[in-house]
């Protein structure tokens, strides 16, 4: 497994101190996950998903997001943020939104539920006292490594 890079503040950002973390080079064989992390993300919640993730059972590459709670207060002005949250709703990539990082969801337009009106399941909710429930069911959506009935051309967000 390759060697996890050191999170790196983004220079063009000076007021920002969201940093993307994930393997230095990732190759197919790889398990992945990138962060979106900023001051007062609750890191409660990704060492429970990394744990989760890391526990011998077999999980599909990741190639998913991982809102944590406390990201909205410090990620939501950002216009970049926005703008990779919508790119990977419509690349139809699993979402995992906890705690008050559910207010991201309403900042980028992102819809809670499908176009027909059923649940999403490549997006996962789930509330901050209640993490180990969401990391299960987004575990299961990642089994699925796009969830395409999300999919709309012109796209919804």
Do not use: W
């Not at 919640?45 to 207060?73: F, K, M, N």
């Not at 139809?92 to 819809?111: N, Q, S």
């Not at 959506?141 to 051309?153: I, N, P, Q, S, Y």
């Amino acid at each position: 497994m390759a060697k996890a890079k050191e999170p790196k503040k983004d220079p063009a950002a000076p007021n920002s101190r969201a940093t993307v973390s994930g393997p230095a080079r990732p190759s197919a064989s790889d398990e992945s996950l990138d962060d979106l992390v900023a001051d007062g993300v609750d890191n409660a919640a990704l060492d429970a998903l990394r744990e989760r993730l890391t526990s011998g059972e077999a999980v599909p590459r990741l190639v998913a997001v991982v809102l944590p709670p406390g990201v909205s207060r410090a990620l939501a002005s950002d216009g970049r943020v926005v703008e990779f949250l919508k790119d990977q709703y419509r690349h139809c990539k699993p979402l995992l939104v906890l705690g008050d990082a559910r207010l991201l969801l309403e900042k980028t337009g992102i819809p809670e539920a499908l176009p027909s009106g059923a649940a999403d399941p490549g997006l996962v909710i789930g509330a901050e006292n209640d993490v180990n429930a969401a990391i299960e069911d987004f575990v299961t959506a990642l089994g699925k490594h796009r969830h395409f009935e999300r999919e709309t051309d012109p796209p919804r967000v």
